[in-house]
């Protein structure tokens, strides 16, 4: 059934599917053909994706334009399994799918910014977990700071790109005709977090950036002072931004390892 709602060409009547005619499995209405009945489930189904990849996925279908996104998502589906019953999850190769489509011949940047909405709607949905206790850490030595593992809150990401991302994300209401924005030479490296219910990205300096997404990666803290030292940073710049980060309530757990 799956094959046959995803795969139009399939939907005739006369072409066996599996060995068997359509009519085998599809029982035909008084009224039309088995091809009618099942075309209603068809239809159905690519209008519900769409729907929530354009919901997920807004600044991509916002520069790519409608029609385009509309063949996007058809290419999509057609091609890429959806094992998902949530409709919030069909999103989760789009990113990786855009690498190789032909939109991102014209718009290289396309597969990142996937990359950033996928990560600001897991942060949407992600179920936040108490920010750490700053009283949980009195007492705690240079060599247990050392070796801590930071927790971060599962709406926490760090999306690296070659394009100003977060640029072209925050201008996704913004008339196309309207849109002037520097591509070439302009990486980005963003935060995506949660402030109450609402996604914010902002962007980071390489260091803070390179900071946090070795502790996303589990790396003790002790290591990533170490790893920044040689580029200028020091346990004060660390401290520093460990401090914003508590502010931020972005810090779940700290556990010495």
């Known amino acids: 059934m799956a094959a046959l709602i995803v795969n ?3 939907r005739d009547a006369c072409t066996p599917v599996e060995g068997r005619d359509l009519g085998a499995l599809v029982v035909a209405p008084k009224h039309g053909t088995a091809g009618d009945r099942l075309q209603v489930y068809a239809g159905g ?8 990849l354009a919901e ?22 057609e091609t890429t399994p959806l094992r998902s019953y ?11 799918f855009l690498r190789d489509d032909l939109l991102t011949a014209g718009l290289p940047f396309l597969p990142d910014l996937a990359r950033l909405e996928w990560q600001v709607a897991r942060a949407f949905h992600a179920h936040a977990q108490p920010a750490l206790d700053p009283a949980a850490l009195a007492g705690w030595s240079m060599d247990d700071w050392g070796r801590a593992i930071l927790r971060l809150q599962p709406w ?38 949660r402030a109450g219910d609402a996604v914010l990205c902002e962007s980071l300096d390489d260091a803070e ?18 790893a920044l030292t040689p580029r200028g940073g020091d346990p004060a710049t660390v401290s520093a931004w460990f401090a ?14």
């Open 8 to 10: 139009g060409d399939r």
């Open 45 to 52: 189904y690519a209008v519900r994706v769409q729907e929530a």
């Open 56 to 77: 997920t996925f807004p600044a991509v279908a916002h520069v790519v334009g409608g029609g385009a996104f509309a063949e996007l998502v058809r290419r999509y589906i």
């Open 86 to 96: 949530n409709l919030n999850d069909a999103g989760a190769a789009l990113p990786r």
């Open 156 to 193: 926490v990401a760090i999306v690296r790109s070659d394009w100003p991302i977060r640029e072209i994300w925050e201008s996704r209401d913004t008339p196309i005709e309207d849109i002037n924005i520097a591509l070439y030479d302009r990486p980005d490296r963003v935060l995506v977090r």
């Open 209 to 226: 950036a390179d900071a946090l997404g070795a502790l996303l990666e589990g790396q003790p803290l002790g290591s990533v002072v170490a």
């Open 244 to 257: 914003r980060w508590m502010a931020l309530r972005m810090i779940a757990d700290c556990l010495i390892h």
